[in-house]
């Protein structure tokens, strides 16, 4: 096809390419180079975004529909997403219609140009050799493929689409179980395979996991001021917010879990988990995610919240909350609440409405029935043994020289 030589004639262009019948705009897209199986070709084991779009780029994403559907690509709009290969004869034609960008001061800055004007160095000298997949998104429904599961999985660990916003049923599924040496995934069956030759020839791989889930680092590069100690602490699909500090020993984030703003992570924040700017998890603290112990309740931890040390806590806190070390605040946990107490925590939380139970000076409740209330105090009386709640009185407030 003939280069579009004028940032007009671009525009014409990917207008009349998206009055095509059925023709929908997608929520997310991008290129990604791909790993496939050692063994089984045919299986994607990691697919690797530079540029990931989610609900921006639109013209581009019309651009390299119009590209596909010039190299005789009949694209499936009908669908929740379309995948395929990259071939030269689409870089081509994607390279004519970016021509008046490739050309400007403002191409070279505008992600999707670099991605194109790569590509096609790499075709012309290398050669795409089934290494590279376009992936578009139509709508945010169970995925289909693995190339969908990770452009789900980097819009989450970008911060473009917030946690907890996107489908990611059934994507166990699809990934599949391998050992990662670096960032290189190995299909187990051709290390077994493979297994006597390598270890007699002292090629066999240096392997630092098994999982099907990649470490973020192996793809995020992080926001400002974030500090990650030891990589294996993280899984590709969190999301760590500015200032962000993730200690060595216990801390964890899963994916699709993560921080709102700066917090001291030492404990371990299980999927589905958001926690809230000034915060401290504390040494081996555990929150727990919607498969362990919250009945699928996703759990939020407020700002400027400390869980104690070897603490779990199971339902979701406010802002300016303490549970103390040691002690498990679950759904179905009995917490007694003094009288005078009450009256304390009612100032801060206007809006709560509860159901008295009063017992002489104390009210019983289940700790779910408190969730998301702000400035409570989770402590277990030594002498009795009892579980109780308090107004928190104590301001909770990060080393700034560490954030």
Known sequence: MKPIESEKKFRYYTESVKQIEGYREPIGFGIARVDRGQLHNEKILQASFPVVNWKENYAS???????????????DFGGSEFVCDVKKKFVKNAISIFDAYIKSAFGTNHSNVQVIKYLHQISQNEGLENNFRIVFLFEDAKCKSVESVYLKLYALSLGKAPLRSLNLEGIFGLLENVAWSVNVPVELEWLRANEIEMKLDGSYPFINAVDKFPRFL??????????????????????????????????????????????MVEGRISSSVTVGEGSDIGGGASILGVLSGTNGNPVSIGKNTLLGANSVTGIPLGDGCIVDAGIAVLEGTKVSIAKEQMKLILEINPKFKFKQKESGNIYIFKAIELSGLNGLHFRRDSQTGAMTVSRSNRKVVLNADLH
């Open 218 to 263: 192996q793809h995020i590069i992080p926001e400002e001021n974030v500090r990650i100690m030891d990589a294996s602490k993280v899984r590709m699909g969190a999301y760590l917010a500015k200032g962000t500090a993730l200690m060595p020993g216990a801390s964890y984030i899963n994916f699709n879990a993560g921080t709102t703003g700066a917090v």
């Open 61 to 75: 994403a019309a651009a390299f529909i119009g590209a596909l559907m010039e190299s005789e690509v009949e694209v």
